[in-house]
């Protein structure tokens, strides 16, 4: 199974307006981080939120907060306010555990398009 | 800026040669991962490295090695290239300390041909 999925390959959003990209995961540890990633065409992953299993708030870093659900093991992103440079694509990324190694699995992404 | 810096930025192989990546971590981090990203795909895990010794690798091949160094920076090793690892290939910064932290480079795209 997936431990990672993202089902829209693709988005679009109006500029000024809000958008949400769906993640779900899969795991049976209790303690595990899930990530948010954007990665513009230049090719750098560009870290944007994390949250912790055992965080009882949702994230929140500026104009990106991540809807933390986790009885259905959901993590979406919610990006407020979308402005141009926000087109990229989007990876959300889960490590689980708290010892050994600490590697992230990814989804296959969204491509967010913002339209002016 | 994440601090975190990847050497060469593109690269093009033959098939059956050798590559060196090279990686350096930021400031504060003792921990070095290495993601490879196909085209369309997310990245996947190859492995990682702390105190200089691997800790953890996904699924690649022992072609994939790699090495790191007392000042926490890293090289992935590619022995007989194939035509298919040409990907993007990332290196990841972070602290055993502080788990919810993991940036990246700005990665080195290598084409085999």
């Known amino acids: 199974a997936q431990k990672i999925t993202q089902t829209q390959p693709g988005m679009f959003v109006q500029e000024k307006e809000a958008v949400t990209l769906d993640c779900t995961y899969d795991t049976s540890d209790q303690s595990y981080g899930l990530f948010w990633y954007k990665q513009p065409s230049s090719g750098e992953m560009i870290f944007l939120i994390y949250q912790g299993s055992y965080d009882e708030q949702n994230a929140t870093e500026g104009r990106y907060s991540l809807n933390f659900q986790k009885a259905r093991k959901s993590a979406n992103l919610v990006i407020s306010a979308s402005q141009l440079g926000d087109s990229a694509m989007y990876f959300c990324a889960m490590r689980e555990g708290q010892n050994g190694a600490n590697n992230l699995f990814f989804g296959t992404g969204t491509r967010l398009t913002v339209i002016p | 800026e994440t601090g975190v810096t990847q050497s060469p930025t593109h690269l093009i192989k033959t098939r059956g040669q050798q590559v060196t990546l090279r990686c350096s971590s930021q400031?504060?981090?003792?921990?070095v991962s290495w993601y490879q990203q196909a085209l369309g795909q997310g990245p996947q895990f190859i492995f990682q490295y702390y105190r200089e010794e691997e800790n953890g690798r996904g699924n690649f091949p022992p072609r994939f090695s790699g090495l790191q160094f007392p000042n926490y920076s890293s090289e992935l090793n590619v022995n007989a290239l194939e035509l298919d690892d040409s990907a993007l290939y990332l290196c990841?910064?972070?602290?055993?300390?502080?788990?919810?932290?993991?940036?990246f480079g700005q990665g080195t795209r290598l084409t085999v041909v």
């Open positions: 990841a910064s972070s602290s055993t300390r502080v788990n919810t932290e993991a940036f």
């Open positions: 400031s504060g981090h003792n921990t």
